[in-house]
């Protein structure tokens, strides 16, 4: 099992009140905080202000600091001259810290320095196995002469998985260039684990039956998904060109199926290697709808930026996130409308772009949907409206052979941490979109009218995960007689029986005395509850009835056996229910011709001449 903890610094917006707030200027400011994250979730926050008067005109007597924290208490304060009596109200980014000195900032070149504690559980919480901190960055930077900041977490974390923004030195220590406007992201550990419920609504309006099928969450290279329950059972479940699972269902004319599907998942920090061909990246480079790789802008565009961190950059600072775009449900942009529209975007905008621009400049793209965690919807906004889902992209790196996911828009949202270069363990991919801008529909989509608002996706950190055993089961459609010198052609159904996606396996099938004595098939990776029918052919030279011939099924270290007869009749209820049909219908046409035949040769025979007396 892994230990794992994900840290964010959080944001101070920080502002002085003074006598005349014209001439705050007349001060330099530098902080210095230490965070101290503690195993039961509390974390004090110790924050050390110097103010230094750079004038003799002007004095500061208070001072006030917003935090961006909506809990905090034990609040505490003092300068040189003992305790200070803050004052806490609720502001609308937090809460803000009022405080009075004991003495005056009096004379040029005089300092202060004063000291403010608190303790919060707004930055801790350990959820799965996983710890969070969660902290904004520094809102004017430009107000401060120095920011240091300094983190510390126990022992028993380890040493973490990644940092953010990117430190030269194991201290976990940040200097005001570091940081700019970015937060600080910190995670120990390499896995997190979910266990998710999620409900689908199918229904057939139309006259005539119809196949339909809905997108179970995917394996992909950051994640692994396990299935313990679909219920009803699909007639299959099958995976697309983009690897997405698909389970498929046949309802009959007006008749609706809600279906519900429970499993876990393990969410991964690094992405394994998946490589591709240049045939089978052309795909994701096309244009489509909402991605308009042929307008010249965008085009042009993409020729100045020509890689995947430039887009990235260009997209981050030249789009603004839209709250109210969220709650309106207002139609989709597209990656030309973003553009247009810069300051009206939310999530599926700034992917559209990116992955627009990244196709039109030769980098493979494409879109992921699904769920991402968040406890701050102002700096991690989430924005396709049905349950609440987030969407992000993705491009492929040639040289690591891999997929890289990325996420523009809470770059844009946190004011600059970094998600391009390391995302983290919050972002669950239900739904891959590469092939078709569009489709498939992610769970959470799949409404009955006038019930859209009804939850259908719960998603539950969880501390154990147990992985099942790969388990295939084989059935083969082999007919029981053959007649001599026949072929012998037949199907072998392997399906995946258990909750975890199948390895690719070889098919072998042995024959006791068939030609050729063996064959095999490669049977590539099958989806949980999916199958897949492998059709066979073996020859035969025995002319002599009653011979047997064993065939032999083996697959993942299991066999089956059954056998052929060779026989010169071949009898059964197929063949006797064809026989009597061709029987009857022989017979029938015999009647109609015998029938057909007499008519004609009463037409053919001349009348009888007439015979009576003659005058």
């Known amino acids: 099992m892994f230990r794992v903890l994900f840290a964010v610094l959080a944001c101070f917006l920080l502002f002085f009140i003074t006598p005349n707030i014209t001439h705050a200027a007349n001060f330099t400011t530098d902080y210095a905080i230490t965070y101290t994250v503690q195993e039961t979730s509390l974390t004090t926050a110790a924050v050390q202000v110097t103010l230094t008067n750079t004038t003799d005109d002007y004095y500061a007597s208070s001072y006030a600091i917003e935090v961006g924290f909506d809990d905090i208490e034990n609040v505490k304060a003092s300068d040189p001259s003992g305790s200070l009596s803050p004052n806490v109200e609720k502001s609308e980014n937090g809460n803000k810290i009022s405080l009075d000195f004991n003495k005056k900032v009096?004379?040029?070149?005089?300092?202060?320095?004063?000291?403010?504690?608190?303790?919060?559980?707004?930055?801790?919480?350990k959820r799965g196995k996983v710890w969070e901190i969660n902290i904004p960055g520094i809102a004017h930077p430009e107000n401060f002469a120095s920011f240091l900041v300094r983190v510390n977490v126990p022992d028993s974390f380890g040493k973490p998985t990644y940092i953010k923004p990117q430190?030269?030195?194991?201290?976990?220590?940040?200097?005001?260039?570091?940081?700019?406007?970015?937060?600080?992201?910190?995670?120990?550990?390499?896995?997190?684990?979910?266990?998710?419920?999620?409900?689908?609504?199918?229904?057939?309006?139309?006259?005539?039956?119809?196949?339909?099928?809905?997108?179970?969450?995917p394996n992909t290279?950051?994640?692994?998904?396990?299935?313990?329950?679909?219920?009803?059972?699909?007639?299959?479940v099958i995976k697309d060109a983009d690897g997405n699972w698909l389970a498929e269902y046949y309802l009959y004319s007006s008749q609706r199926i809600d279906v519900t599907v429970l499993g876990k998942a393990a969410v991964s920090l690094e992405p394994q290697s998946e490589p591709l061909t240049e045939k089978e990246l052309e795909k994701y480079l096309v244009a489509k709808p909402f991605w308009e790789v042929?307008?010249?802008?965008?085009?042009?565009?993409?020729?100045?930026?020509?890689?995947?961190?430039?887009?990235?950059?260009?997209?981050?600072?030249?789009?603004?996130?839209?709250?109210?775009?969220?709650?309106?449900?207002?139609?989709?942009?597209?990656?030309?409308?973003?553009?247009?529209?810069?300051?009206?975007?939310?999530?599926?905008?700034?992917?559209?772009?990116?992955?627009?621009?990244?196709?039109?400049?030769?980098?493979?793209?494409?879109?992921?949907n699904g769920f991402a965690y968040t406890e701050n919807t102002k700096q991690r906004p989430l924005s396709l409206v049905q349950d609440i889902l987030h969407a992000w992209p993705e491009y492929y790196d040639k040289e690591r052979q891999r997929?890289?996911?990325?996420?523009?828009?809470?770059?844009?949202?946190?004011?600059?941490?970094?998600?391009?270069?390391?995302?983290?363990?919050?972002?669950?991919?239900?739904?891959?979109?590469?092939?078709?801008?569009?489709?498939?529909?992610?769970?959470?989509?799949?409404?009955?009218?006038?019930?859209?608002?009804?939850?259908?996706?719960s998603v539950f950190f969880t501390e154990?995960?147990?992985?099942?055993?790969?388990?295939?089961?084989?059935?083969?459609?082999?007919?029981?007689?053959?007649?001599?010198?026949?072929?012998?052609?037949?199907?072998?159904?392997?399906?995946?029986v258990g909750g975890l996606e199948s390895t690719n396996h070889v098919l072998d099938i042995e024959s006791s005395s068939l030609k050729p004595k063996r064959k095999e098939f490669n049977v590539t990776k099958i989806p949980p509850f999916g199958y897949v029918d492998i059709p066979f052919s073996f020859a035969t030279s025995s002319f002599l009835t009653n011979t047997v011939h064993k065939l032999t099924i083996t697959i993942n270290n299991q066999s089956i056996e059954d056998t052929i007869t060779v026989t010169p009749f071949i009898f059964n209820r197929t063949v006797a229910l064809g026989g009597i049909i061709f029987a009857v219908t022989t017979f029938i046409i015999s009647l109609i011709a015998v029938k057909a035949w007499r008519l004609r040769v009463q037409r053919s025979t001349p009348p009888s001449p007439l015979r009576g007396k003659s005058d």
């Open 221 to 236: 290279n950051y994640q692994t998904v396990y299935i313990s329950q679909i219920e009803p059972t699909p007639r299959n």
């Open 403 to 457: 997929w890289v996911m990325v996420d523009p828009t809470w770059e844009n949202t946190t004011g600059g941490v970094d998600y391009f270069n390391t995302l983290d363990f919050d972002h669950f991919v239900f739904a891959i979109k590469g092939t078709d801008s569009e489709y498939p529909v992610p769970a959470g989509g799949y409404k009955y009218a006038g019930l859209e608002d009804v939850k259908d996706v």
């Open 294 to 368: 042929n307008n010249k802008t965008l085009q042009k565009k993409a020729e100045e930026l020509k890689t995947p961190e430039a887009i990235y950059e260009y997209v981050t600072s030249a789009l603004s996130y839209d709250f109210t775009r969220v709650s309106q449900n207002l139609p989709r942009l597209g990656a030309k409308g973003a553009l247009e529209n810069p300051t009206s975007a939310v999530c599926r905008e700034f992917t559209d772009l990116f992955i627009t621009l990244a196709r039109a400049a030769g980098i493979p793209a494409r879109e992921l």
């Open 106 to 125: 009096v004379g040029l070149g005089n300092k202060l320095t004063f000291t403010v504690t608190f303790d919060t559980r707004n930055i801790a919480q």
């Open 167 to 217: 430190l030269s030195s194991g201290e976990l220590l940040f200097t005001k260039d570091t940081l700019g406007k970015s937060g600080i992201s910190l995670a120990f550990g390499a896995v997190q684990y979910y266990d998710f419920s999620l409900a689908y609504h199918l229904k057939n309006a139309n006259v005539f039956p119809i196949k339909t099928e809905i997108a179970l969450p």
């Open 464 to 496: 154990t995960l147990l992985v099942p055993q790969e388990k295939l089961a084989i059935t083969p459609d082999i007919p029981e007689k053959i007649l001599p010198w026949s072929k012998v052609k037949g199907t072998v159904r392997v399906k995946n």
